[in-house]
């Protein structure tokens, strides 16, 4: 049986250049007693805006550029539970002229593999005008470190 | 300027064979006042399980096979913000032997055009042993309706 | 045994001069299968503003004071499950110089007796500086008609 | 200008025996550009629920007897925002022969003040049944820490 989505194999933590604590919260988990998947995302984005703002040390949300999400995706690996303590791996897989593409792995604390895999696009816009500019310099240049060879 | 994530034009109404309504919460807006990527997430579950309730009569959290979602993703097209009234598409991209891959829509009512494609692959796997079994008979009957040629 | 927080009966139909429509959503239900706690101040504060809305024609949000919610509250009284599709009652309480305290009632639909009843209060702000302010006269207008002798 | 809401002072941090930390998320953030009234109470069960199962050591999900949440309410002093890192206080104000009645206390990390006041009701039910039955031993015993004269 060749399923469609798990064909490849979840991330290791080598793949990351830096990890961001997320702690599970009750509401997380579903129906089925785990981490429903639309809480993922919302360990994406807090890990991405997060990592943004210790690293320029300046309110991302006041620039006057801001990242709109164009794109996210999520393949989900094992099951995760509250209360489990997770990791959230980040690197930069595609720095372009106005947009910058994420990976992220979630780890579950002390595991090597990810339970699971994500993808997060940012287009910078004009915050009044919501037309693409170019990246802000101290976003690119935070942003620099995560990029991966 | 090319940007990886909106290159292909957003999907018409025409490519969905089934429409769930689905209204905004306050709280999905966030700090731009838009609708957060994250909260799209929750409008594809509520439309293909609350489509998949109606459509087989029965309780599917109480059948032996459940849908574990193995994979998502979604492209935003143009903003929503709460009051909008949304209309999700739904369609049935690749029906395999244990899993399936939905196409998803979401239009702001009235609207041509979608705001935001999303994709939602469920494996079914057995309740007590998460093990991939084949999707149960009365699904596959209902989802045969949203495969498009 | 005497509990704390049921000796009340639930509110009837009655006790709310309008209603309006919320639809459940799947990541509403938790590890225990029914909607948690928190999802029905989602509802409360999607009724509230969405009526708001709707019933003085402006986007409240954008006015030069803003409601600030300074208490919330809510008992339970049985359980409610996705795909449960809701009616929120609205009334007000209590119509200050500069705020609203509004009840609300929680109705499966077509039940007679509320599934859980809440309390909910604006305090009206300017918006830059956050200082308590008259609410304004196009929301006091629409509200009077939300008050119950 | 007498606001029904804020009249109390908000709690300390002598008032609370027992503080959990709980990081903000980017999601927590509504319109209006800091956490959302609805936030607060994923706050208050993660904490809740996290602490019985740390301090009795069992999952409490699985135990012959849940609680059940019966009423919740929560007063908001001042705003919070993401990225803000939290710690929640929790003290037992009423250990009943069925109930567990908890405040709860947000603290912005640092802060002497609570930026939030919560309260937070149990009724322990029989899982199958949904009948009240005595706090299970190993919660009372737990719980009986957090008790404050």
Redesign the interface.
């Known amino acids: ?1 060749s ?4 064909h490849a194999a979840p991330p290791v933590r080598g793949a990351f250049p830096v990890f961001r ?3 599970t ?3 997380d ?5 785990h981490v ?3 809480a993922y ?3 994406f ?2 890990a991405v ?2 990592w943004l ?2 690293a320029t040390g300046v309110d991302i ?1 006041a620039l006057p550029a ?1 990242g ?9 690996f094992r ?1 995760l539970s ?2 489990d303590a997770l990791e959230v791996g980040l690197a930069v897989e ?1 720095l ?4 910058i ?1 994420y990976r992220l792995g979630i780890f579950r604390r002390g595991e090597p593999d990810a339970a699971a895999a994500g ?1 997060f ?1 940012h ?1 910078y816009v004009e915050a009044a005008s ?1 037309r ?1 500019v170019p990246v802000p310099e101290v976003i690119r240049c935070a942003v620099e470190r995560l990029t991966v060879a």
Chains 1, 2, 3, 4 share one sequence.
């Open positions: 049986m399923e469609p989505a798990n604590p997320i702690a919260r009750w509401i988990n579903d129906h089925y007693g429903n998947n639309v995302y919302s360990y984005d807090t805006n997060g703002i210790e949300r801001i709109l999400v164009v794109e996210t995706g999520c393949r989900y099951p509250f209360p595609r372009g002229t106005s947009s593409t993808r696009v287009v919501r693409p």
